[in-house]
């Protein structure tokens, strides 16, 4: 007899994104069980992920039971606890994704995030890397990952598949930054950030190794170029005597003069000092 299967395995929600594990009963298996899925819900539309784990209705009511047990186990039921455990692993995967895209999710980024997209759109892929990084609270790399698509989409403003990524396309772009006055820096920090997006694609199998652009004999990513402008003594001396106008030009002034004191140490890992050291 057929129990109220409607209820969720495990389930959860963020923002307008809903999550739960539901056995689906529409069509048994040649086995006469159902598989386990889980459903991702927004705005009326749903997805359907498999879990790679089927039951029949019974044993769908027992893992809605497990974390209720308790003692020592049996075979059965330690096998239904490894089970459920496998299942919440995947859910808890899938939870974490939407987390970090909630606020501006789509079903195409989840996709691309789980590494199940179906497409190979360079705009949606670099698009699914900045939520990302934005969910990892990576803010800076995202704006710069966000500014290198904003570049690309000014040159090519049609999408575009990320197997037409090829050695003649990266030179051209390479040609549109420079004849635009983009120093060496910039072009090697798009085109790093474009590396990063290809190596995606490459370890989703979407871009082959023989089609994989970067590299000796193929493309190879400009020399960032760094100016290294010395300050005399003098110089120094005249910042550290400097009158500040207000505090804030204070505060900037000895924040430099104590970088200079420490070799140069970089602001980040200034901001990361503590007494003690």
């Excluded at 997805?47 to 893992?63: H, I, N, Q, R, V």
């Excluded at 360079?122 to 800076?140: L, P, R, S, T, Y």
């Excluded at 290198?148 to 090829?166: A, W």
């Excluded at 983009?182 to 950030?193: D, I, L, N, P």
């Amino acid at each position: 007899m057929k129990k109220n299967i409607k209820e969720p395995l495990l389930n959860c929600s963020h923002g307008s994104v809903f999550v739960a594990v539901i056995i689906e009963d529409r069509r048994a298996k040649s086995n006469g069980k159902y598989p386990i899925v889980i459903r991702v819900t927004y705005q009326r539309e749903r997805l359907y992920l498999k879990t790679g784990y089927d039951a029949s209705f019974d044993e769908y009511y027992k893992l809605i039971g497990v974390p209720n047990l308790s003692g020592k186990l049996n075979a059965e039921t330690k096998a239904l606890k490894d089970k459920y455990n496998n299942i919440l692993s995947g859910f808890q995967h899938v939870e974490a994704k939407v987390i970090k895209i909630k606020d501006d999710f789509s079903f195409d980024r989840l996709k691309t995030l789980l590494g199940k997209t179906d497409t190979d759109s360079v705009f949606k892929m670099f698009e699914a890397q900045i939520a990302d990084f934005e969910g990892e609270n990576k803010v800076n790399t995202a704006d710069w990952y966000r500014c290198t698509l904003k570049s690309i989409k000014k040159h090519f403003p049609n999408d575009f598949r990320i197997k037409d990524i090829d050695v003649s396309w990266l030179k051209k772009y390479e040609k549109l930054l420079t004849d635009e006055k983009k120093t060496y820096t910039t072009v090697s920090m798009y085109m790093r950030a474009t590396r990063a997006i290809l190596n995606k694609a490459l370890r989703a199998g979407i871009v082959s190794n023989e089609n994989y652009p970067f590299g000796k004999d193929k493309y190879e990513i400009p020399s960032a170029q760094s100016r290294k402008l010395a300050l005399s003594l003098k110089d120094i001396g005249r910042i550290v005597k400097f009158n500040c106008r207000t505090e804030n030009e204070r505060k900037c002034r000895d924040y430099w003069f104590f970088s200079y004191l420490c070799n140069g140490i970089n602001f980040i890992d200034m901001l990361q000092l503590k007494y003690s050291d």
